[in-house]
């Protein structure tokens, strides 16, 4: 059994920012990469970062460039996305998954 758990989601005004934490318990399993999505009311899940297990890439999409930040810690199966600059439009539930596992996500959100 693996367990995907996010957190650190919450309410904060454009602007600011948060930091999204993932931690990965259960079966050891080998990871080829760890990665971030996000759902808006009404929208499809879009794809916004991933870091490969081995080598730390890192992969954006090209709305959060420059303002989210992903890293891995690999001795606790864990990642982390660090968002700045945060604007309404970032607004979503934000889900991690590692390989084929889904986390349960945590909501952001950005308002003034």
């Known amino acids: 059994q693996v367990h995907v758990a996010e957190s650190g989601g919450g309410y904060v005004q454009p602007g600011g920012s948060l930091k999204l934490s993932c931690v990965v318990t259960?079966?050891?399993?080998?990871?080829?990469?760890m990665e971030w999505f996000r759902q808006a009311p009404g929208k499809e899940r879009e794809f916004v970062a991933r870091?490969?297990?081995?080598?730390?890439?890192?992969f954006y999409a090209d709305s959060v460039k420059g303002r989210f930040f992903i890293t891995k810690d690999s001795a606790k199966n864990a990642a982390y996305l660090q968002m700045n600059n945060l604007k309404p439009e970032d607004t979503a539930m934000y889900y991690c998954?590692?390989?084929?596992?889904w986390g349960q996500g945590t909501q952001v959100t950005v308002s003034s």
């Open positions: 259960g079966r050891r399993l080998t990871y080829d990469e």
């Open positions: 998954k590692a390989n084929a596992f």
């Open positions: 870091v490969t297990w081995n080598g730390g890439r890192e």
